[in-house]
């Protein structure tokens, strides 16, 4: 069974979508899968390596030239297409693919009438993203259970390969990642509250703070707010890497962090994907849908109260792609919500040595 995965982005979303095409080549030996993926994610992915799977990394399409050059990579008939992205520019890529069953999402979420350029759906239900790919597995007779990212096998090498060349970087012992923006700014948390949490991880439990996040300037600006407050209080180490880091640099800083602090964002996923705990800020949009999938608990999440307060709708009855484009939601995340998670994840850490 030839198949083509076509899953652009976002970063966070393909460490979602990895466990699944394994699955699909664990449980059928005869599949051979092609990923269409951006070239960002293929930056952090590309060494989780199979026999059978091939990367194709692309620049997101923005021509008529750049779709023939897609057409070109991918000039070959596949059994099955799995549509796994709805967005305009991914929406546009599916016509040229040859293939005799094109699974797309149901028409709820297929975004940008993905359904017009599908032949078969996924059933919609109110659940993770992570969960919808597995329904795109399940299509093709896999079993879709959840399985655990950081599968280790002497023959398939499945981990996300982490840059160890990290040590210029001057990280402490034992520390906590904090990556204080989201995507959006509207996504992201304020640094005053930041740097309470800060402060309380390293007095009470000697946890000093990284700072990690890209190179967006309202990224950089936030951090260096924070960083800067961290430094007026006085005795509290701080490293700042946001923006200094590769992606695989960033999963081995999380991977040897004792636990992340992050709003809806890629590196939230990349810490799931390492099995690192994650404490989700979540109030934008709902952590059931979007959320670190392993660690729910840890999960703050204030979503259905902005829906009351924000939109003044009933959060039961809301649509699926109901999203709060004001900051205030976040505000809602108060800094007791986060000490009093930090204390419960604390008692299940072993900070000894």
């Known amino acids: 069974m030839n198949i083509l995965v076509v899953r652009l982005s976002a970063i966070g979303d393909c460490t979602l979508v990895l466990p699944v095409i394994r699955s699909i080549l664990e449980q059928n030996s005869a599949a051979k899968v092609t990923w269409l993926i951006g070239r960002a994610a293929y930056q952090l992915l590309k060494d989780s390596t199979h026999p059978r799977l091939t990367y194709i990394p692309v620049d997101k399409p923005k021509s008529l030239k750049d779709y023939r050059n897609i057409k070109q990579l991918l000039?070959?008939?596949?059994?099955?297409?799995?549509?796994?992205?709805?967005?305009?520019?991914?929406?546009?890529?599916?016509?040229?693919?040859?293939?005799?069953?094109?699974?797309?999402?149901?028409?709820?979420?297929?975004?940008?009438?993905?359904?017009?350029?599908?032949?078969?759906?996924?059933?919609?239900?109110?659940?993770?993203?992570?969960?919808?790919?597995?329904?795109?597995?399940?299509?093709?007779?896999?079993?879709?259970?959840?399985?655990?990212?950081?599968?280790?096998?002497?023959?398939?090498?499945?981990?996300?390969t982490v840059d160890k060349d990290i040590t210029s970087f001057g990280l402490p012992e034992k520390y906590i990642v904090v990556n204080p923006a989201a995507s959006k700014l509207e996504r992201s948390w304020f640094a005053d509250r930041y740097v309470q949490v800060i402060e309380y991880c390293y007095k009470q439990y000697g946890l000093p703070a990284?700072?990690?996040?890209?190179?967006?300037?309202?990224?950089?600006?936030?951090?260096?707010?924070?960083?800067?407050?961290?430094?007026?209080?006085?005795?509290?180490?701080?490293?700042?890497?946001?923006?200094?880091?590769?992606?695989?640099?960033?999963?081995?800083?999380?991977?040897?962090?004792?636990?992340?602090?992050a709003p809806d964002t890629g590196p939230a996923h990349i810490a799931n994907a390492m099995n690192t705990p994650v404490i989700g800020l979540y109030a934008v949009a709902s952590s059931r849908l979007s959320g670190p999938y392993l660690f729910k608990d840890s999960t703050i999440d204030k979503f259905d109260q902005a829906v009351k307060t924000i939109l003044n709708k009933d959060p039961r009855v809301v649509p699926w792609r109901t999203r709060i484009h004001d900051r205030a939601a976040m505000a809602l995340i108060n800094v007791d919500d986060v000490k009093s998670t930090v204390d419960g994840l604390v008692a299940t850490l072993d900070l000894s040595h």
């Open 75 to 160: 000039d070959e008939s596949y059994d099955v297409l799995l549509a796994m992205q709805a967005s305009t520019r991914a929406n546009l890529i599916y016509p040229w693919v040859k293939a005799k069953r094109k699974i797309g999402f149901d028409k709820v979420r297929a975004r940008e009438l993905q359904w017009l350029f599908t032949n078969e759906r996924i059933d919609f239900e109110h659940e993770h993203l992570h969960d919808s790919f597995r329904k795109f597995a399940k299509k093709l007779g896999v079993d879709s259970q959840p399985i655990n990212w950081n599968y280790p096998d002497d023959y398939f090498n499945w981990r996300i």
């Open 210 to 261: 990284v700072l990690t996040g890209g190179n967006a300037e309202f990224e950089r600006q936030l951090a260096s707010e924070v960083e800067r407050k961290v430094q007026r209080v006085g005795g509290i180490p701080i490293v700042n890497l946001v923006a200094k880091t590769s992606l695989q640099q960033l999963a081995a800083v999380l991977e040897h962090a004792q636990f992340c602090i």
